[in-house]
């Protein structure tokens, strides 16, 4: 089982402004706050932002080595969608919009949306039944 997942962000509080909202929207509450960090936690697994001097660059890419990004289950595609609305009008934008919401095929309903910093977060709905 996956324990935590750190990623370091070139703002905290733009972090906190993004991917908090929309992991608290997913069940996740505040684990842990600190000068330069915070953590949200669900069940046993958190995720952890934060804003290290040791930084290297001043935006995430996704298309370089390293994560590309986070994929979230959701129930049910009402879900998807009323998170999606939600989420961009917390700075988030839809990618693939001319795909969605079937951009990673018809059989999978999600939304990708990327933040103004570069990170993507996946909203996927699945069906029970596809998962065995």
């Known amino acids: 089982m996956l324990h935590h997942v750190e990623i370091w962000v070139p703002d905290l509080g733009r972090a906190v402004?993004?991917?908090?909202?929309?992991?608290?929207?997913?069940?996740?509450?505040?684990?842990?706050?600190?000068?330069?960090?915070?953590s949200w936690r669900l069940g046993t697994?958190?995720?952890?932002?934060?804003?290290?001097?040791?930084?290297?660059a001043g935006q995430h890419d996704r298309c370089r080595p390293g994560?590309?990004?986070?994929?979230?289950?959701?129930?049910?595609?009402?879900?998807v969608d009323a998170l999606?609305?939600?989420?961009?009008?917390?700075?988030?934008t839809l990618m693939f919009p001319d795909r969605h919401p079937h951009a990673g095929g018809e059989q999978i309903y999600a939304a990708y949306l990327e933040n103004s910093d570069g990170f993507e977060v996946?909203?996927?709905?699945v069906n029970p039944t596809e998962l065995d």
């Open 45 to 56: 697994t958190y995720l952890v932002f934060e804003q290290s001097r040791a930084l290297t």
């Open 67 to 79: 994560l590309n990004h986070l994929a979230f289950h959701v129930q049910g595609q009402g879900t």
């Open 17 to 38: 402004a993004s991917f908090g909202r929309l992991l608290e929207a997913l069940g996740y509450t505040v684990f842990q706050t600190w000068d330069g960090g915070r």
């Open 122 to 125: 996946e909203l996927v709905a």
């Open 84 to 92: 999606v609305t939600k989420a961009l009008r917390h700075g988030w």
